[in-house]
């Protein structure tokens, strides 16, 4: 595709875009605040407010405790079975529960557990802080003498195969990554990484946080072991809507959850003394499910499997593309650098855009009432900019691009106040 700087390009590109009518199914309270953070929170979709208001009234102020048997119950299934789809699993594959820390921490306590004569937990310095403090916990609790080793990046931005393979060996346990990481959306080929890690007899664990929702997946396909995600981003699900695990059919009865709780055991209204574990995905639960957080994801849910994550994908690289082009005609110019890999095959849906300024004209972006643009900040020096494609509009981009641009050339950015917030 050739873009332009034409001003009207981006409403032509909207017109022609087929999933663009999706975006009226989202709340847009303000149409000129442009929102580029879905990759970290999720619009609220129309129809998830509707039921959040029916599940409130009807279901828990009606029905109360009777609920429960008229679907609460099977609500982590039965969303993990919808799940599953967009993940390439089966629906007995996927459950939605608990939040990805928690599930990373039962699935990599079982994986090691279920490789004992093994040492490594192999994982990368790229990924999320929280699954590295994670397994770092889980290396403080399991001891003997496992480690935890991080396969370096030669840029900051991305890893090469190379060094994952030198890293991987006859004693990795298991190898857990971000498909696409968190900072620079670099995304790994997860077919191929898979492979090399059972080629070494390790067990494979993936979070999917920035990756499921944005583009394919095919974690049967591609012989996945172990997954986990969250929701509240590319699903649109909420803040702190629960998350979700995948284990392969195969191992769900050969590994044991580490967290015995009665959602997990076998018969949780036997009320027996002694824990035994349920059968198949059911014992990867823990306590009681959020129900009112799990039926409010329901309706992101529906929205994706309406799109198609297929056309997700293709829109979100030619936005992906459109974005870099504006990027290197007029930010690139101010001293802005791409944080992100340059090919879009190699990239999930956000860019990194990295400038020493970056924390100052981000604070701008969001808080000066005449520019209304929310990306987000990640430390050190980088603007993140999250393309959703179920409702980013190419005109978004373009003034997003546009507005950047005036405040980096006016340095409205002087501003800011020092104090960091304390979410950024
Ligand atoms: C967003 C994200 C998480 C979030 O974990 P929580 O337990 O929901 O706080 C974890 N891992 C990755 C890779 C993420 O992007």
Request: with cysteine; aromatic share 10%.
């Amino acid at each position: 595709m050739n873009f332009s700087l034409d001003p009207n390009l981006p409403a032509a590109l909207d017109a022609s875009d087929a999933l663009a009518e999706l975006r009226s199914r989202f709340v847009i309270t303000d149409p000129d605040t442009i929102y580029m953070d879905g990759n970290s929170l999720g619009r609220l979709p129309t129809a998830a407010a509707e039921r959040m208001r029916e599940v409130v009234e009807q279901q828990w102020g009606e029905r109360l405790i009777r609920g429960w048997n008229d679907g609460w119950i099977e609500t982590p299934a039965r969303l993990g079975a919808k799940l599953a789809h967009l993940l390439g699993a089966q629906p007995d594959e996927v459950l939605v529960a608990d939040s990805t820390s928690v599930n990373l921490f039962k699935l990599a306590v079982a994986a090691l557990r279920a490789r004992p004569q093994r040492r490594r937990l192999v994982s990368d310095s790229l990924n999320f802080p929280s699954d590295l403090y994670i397994f770092q916990g889980i290396l403080d609790l399991l001891g003997g003498g496992r480690s935890l080793e991080l396969i370096p990046s030669f840029d900051g931005l991305q890893t090469r195969q190379e060094d994952l393979e030198k890293t991987l060996g006859p004693d990795t346990a298991l190898l857990s990554l971000s498909h696409v990481a968190f900072k620079s959306a670099f995304l790994y080929d997860m077919q191929a990484v898979t492979r090399l890690a059972h080629e070494q007899g390790a067990l494979v664990l993936w979070d999917l946080s920035h990756s499921a929702g944005a583009l394919p997946i095919d974690l049967n396909g591609w012989g996945v072991d172990l997954a986990v995600g969250c929701t509240y981003k590319y699903l649109n699900g909420g803040p702190g809507a629960p998350a979700y695990l995948y284990v392969r059919r195969d191992l769900q009865a050969e590994l044991q959850q580490p967290i015995w709780g009665w959602f997990g055991a076998n018969r949780p209204f036997a009320f027996d003394l002694d824990y035994s574990p349920a059968d198949g995905m059911a014992r990867y639960q823990i306590g009681t499910p959020p129900v009112l957080s799990l039926l409010a994801l329901e309706p992101g849910l529906d929205l994706l499997a309406e799109a198609g994550v297929e056309r997700l994908r293709a829109k979100s690289i030619q936005q992906t593309e459109y974005l870099l082009f504006l990027f290197q005609h007029w930010l690139e110019p101010l001293g802005f650098r791409l944080g992100s890999p340059l090919e879009p095959g190699q990239r999930g849906s956000h860019l990194s855009l990295r400038h020493p300024e970056a924390y100052r004209i981000n604070w701008a972006l969001i808080n000066d009432p005449s520019v209304r643009v929310i990306p987000d900040f990640r430390a050190p020096d980088s603007l993140r900019l999250g393309i959703a494609p179920l409702y980013t509009s190419y005109l978004d981009i373009y003034r997003a691009a546009d507005r950047i641009r005036l405040v980096t050339e006016n340095k409205t950015y002087l501003n800011a106040p020092a104090q960091q917030a304390r979410v950024t």
